[in-house]
């Protein structure tokens, strides 16, 4: 059942990662392009995680502390692409905006619902949780800045919610590597 939800999972945000990259360059949004390193990170982490599942305890920490550098790692990449364009201007489409951040909300609360149907999850598999909960915040907020982006004529909301999802994605990341290191230590203990 867990690998099945994985490759469930991962198939979905390899396609929402090619949407988002797609539609941000389309609608010169950071926003977009944002949540589009976000998934294929999350691509990323999925492929690593299906991988650790039939490996030991040591292998899945290992893999949830890859995620986690991951996730800190995009959210520095995803920081200078706002800075980038907060330098440089830039001109969003918030339409666009609005609805890819629609259409990945419904795909994101899908796969909530299918990792939060797994019974006893490793690491890896909360780690999945993590990243699917802060995609599904990113959405809402990509959401709101794009109807902001449409109203108000403006590219800052834009890159206010590009800066908020580096901030959830380094939160996300920080969270998976403490839970790792939990994991390490549950098992030192048990060891001895």
Known sequence: MERRTLWIVLAL???LAVAF???GAFGDSSALIANGLDNLSDSFVYAISLFALSR???????AANVSGGLLILFAAGILYDAWRRYIGGSDPLG?????MALIAAAINAVCVW?????KNPNVNIRAANTFSY????????IVVAGGLVAWLGTNWPDLVVGVIV???????GIDILRDAHGEHHKAVHTDK
């Open 114 to 118: 299918l990792l939060a149907k797994l």
């Open 21 to 23: 990259f797609a539609t």
């Open 13 to 15: 945000n390899i396609g």
């Open 166 to 172: 580096a901030g959830i994605a380094a939160w996300g």
């Open 56 to 62: 030991s305890a040591k292998w899945k920490r290992g």
């Open 134 to 141: 802060n995609d599904f915040a990113a959405n809402l907020g």
């Open 95 to 99: 339409t666009i905006m609005l609805a």
